[in-house]
């Protein structure tokens, strides 16, 4: 059964950083196969896209993370990144990160989130 374990999140001020990683296993196909998407759902709030890594490494952002965010991937590590920069207290949410199986839609995997509280 496939698993992705969500870490890195916690307690930031205002204009603090933190990096998620999110490490899988247990894939039935090659990690490298699978699109990585970070998701976040604050309280009261639906679930967003926050950023996305396709398989050959092109990313995309939430425009309101656009230039404070950067995803990335680790294929031989099978983890994904999500690098936080000059957080705000509107980042405060969940995140979750999904695996999304490029050759198959509707094969996809979630975490079971990490929290990130930015407060001062």
């Known amino acids: 059964q496939v698993q992705l374990v969500e870490s890195g999140g916690g307690l930031v001020q205002p204009g603090g950083s933190l990096r998620l990683s999110c490490v899988g296993s247990k894939f039935p196909d090659r990690f490298s196969t699978y699109s990585m998407i970070w998701y976040r759902q604050a309280p009261g709030k639906e679930r967003e896209l926050v950023a996305r890594i396709s398989i050959i490494g092109s990313t995309d952002y939430a425009y309101s993370v656009e230039g404070r965010f950067t995803i990335s991937r680790d294929n031989a590590k099978k983890t994904v990144y999500l690098q936080m920069n000059s957080l705000k207290p509107e980042d405060t949410a969940v995140y979750y990160c999904?695996?999304?199986?490029?050759?198959?839609?509707?094969?996809?995997?979630w975490g079971q989130g990490t929290r990130v509280t930015v407060a001062s």
């Open positions: 999904k695996a999304s199986y490029f050759y198959r839609a509707g094969n996809e995997y």
